[in-house]
């Protein structure tokens, strides 16, 4: 007997169901992506998917805002795929730069493939109209900054007032797909010999100016069909990650805390550079699996620990920390370019919430640090009220406590830290403080 064909789908029409739960239902990009992606057998199918999901999530503001323009009685609340839909058809158009008759072809039969056939000529006169009434529709657009940028109104006030002579560039590097960036594992290879095997495979790449384990992709891939992947010779981590291990100042010998550590790259960046006793704490167990699985991959050993950082009595030994990493929980405004959904998902109201969990992580892992040690707090976003406000009222409140002097080769001091912005040196937005206790 045969085996039954395995069962193909529609790419787009996948795509438009995903899209629907992540802007209209408020599901993650990663977990829609993680769920669908496996139903597809064609690599090129799974990387339209990706594409397709990104660019979607990334411009959903803009292109949602189009079809108000271009329908008398949308479709967003009474048929929300098709609605993703006539999106993902504007993305393809306008951002993918698919040759239109094929994006609006292409798009139609996936209404079919939805089970609306009936809404197939809505939806290709929708699309046409962008094609006949486009530069129009794009003027309006641009005139509004939430459309302009595809970002929230309270993000785009908060960037202009927290950077406004980088604003502008931030904006415009938010919405550009960002490098691939992996990190080096110096234990089991070189920079040089993993950027030789990669060019052997069809794959260029480029070391950072100033990383010294960074190696900057030319293209997008599949990172599992890259050489030494299964070996452990890299993962996958930005630029601006990487630096924490150039600045919490590590060496042999020194136990060090890598507190709210999943999925683990920078506590594994960490045990790459040094031999040191690590402890990775996260709260969650099912994020801890992947601490485990990095650590494996990678060849190296540290103590998972499941606990929460604000309640040490829990989980802690009672033996200071030397050296002590605090990854904190943020808004992700930083990472926009690389996480679209933070747009999308991210409110005005989450701020002050963040910064007074933040303000209670660091009041909470303070007295673990041994005198003398270095606490390096960092964070993925751009706000000042996640940043530099909270390491400013950690100092007000703690005499023990000051602040080392940052300066990286690439972005601006941030009061008592330093910030990196997106795009700034093909990096993502990042904080830094460095926090010293007197002896």
């Known amino acids: 007997m045969q085996p039954a064909p395995a069962k193909t789908f529609n790419v787009r029409a996948l795509a438009a169901e995903a899209l629907a739960e992540v802007t209209l239902h408020g599901t993650s990009l990663r977990e829609v992506l993680t769920r ?6 064609d690599p090129r199918d799974r990387a339209m998917l990706s594409a397709l999901l990104h660019e979607g999530a990334r411009w959903w503001l803009r292109y949602d805002a189009a079809l108000g323009l271009l329908m008398e009685r949308p479709v967003r609340r009474r048929q929300p795929a098709i ?22 072809g292409a798009t139609v039969d996936a209404v079919r493939t939805l089970k609306r056939p009936r809404l197939a000529p809505m939806v290709n006169a929708v699309l046409r109209r962008w094609l006949r009434e486009r530069e129009t529709l794009i003027a309006e657009l641009d005139a509004d900054p939430i459309t302009h940028h595809a970002l929230p109104e309270w993000l785009v006030r908060a960037i202009s007032e927290d950077w406004p002579g980088q604003a502008e560039s931030v904006f415009a590097a938010n919405n550009i797909e960002p490098p691939l960036t992996i990190r080096v594992n110096r234990r089991r290879s ?5 950027a030789t095997a990669f060019a052997n495979a069809g794959y260029g790449s480029e070391p950072h100016a100033w990383l010294p384990d960074a190696l900057m992709l030319e293209r997008s891939t599949d990172i599992t069909r890259l050489p030494g992947f299964n070996d452990g010779l890299f993962a996958v981590q930005d630029g601006s990650a990487q630096a924490s291990a150039e600045l919490l100042d590590i060496a042999d010998g020194q136990r060090v805390l890598d507190a709210c550590s999943a999925p683990g790259g920078k506590a594994c960046h960490l045990l790459e550079r040094a031999d040191v006793a690590l402890t990775a704490l996260e709260p969650s167990r099912v994020r801890s699996r992947r601490i485990h699985d990095n650590l494996g991959r990678l060849g190296l050993r540290a103590e998972v620990v499941q606990g929460d950082a604000t309640r040490p009595g829990d989980w802690w030994d009672g033996k200071p920390f030397e050296r002590i990493l605090v990854d904190a929980p943020c808004s992700a405004t930083g990472v926009i370019r690389r996480r679209a959904d933070v747009r999308l998902h991210r409110r005005a109201g989450d701020i002050r919430a963040m910064a007074a969990k933040q303000k209670r992580i660091l009041k909470a892992l303070w007295p673990l640090l041994a005198p003398g040690g270095r606490l390096l707090y960092v964070t993925c976003s751009l706000l000042r009220a ?17 602040a080392a002097k940052i300066k990286l080769p690439t972005g601006h001091a941030a009061g008592p830290g330093w910030q990196i912005l997106p795009g700034e040196d093909e990096l993502d937005g990042m904080f830094f403080a460095a926090l010293k206790k007197q002896r």
């Open 386 to 402: 996640e940043n530099e406000a909270v390491i400013k009222h950690f100092l007000s409140t703690h005499k023990n406590a000051s």
């Open 83 to 104: 609605h993703a839909l006539m999106v993902i058809g504007l993305v393809q158009i306008e951002v993918l730069k698919f040759p239109s008759y094929a994006a609006v």
């Open 190 to 194: 070189q920079r040089e010999t993993l």
């Open 36 to 41: 669908s992606a496996p139903r597809l057998a």
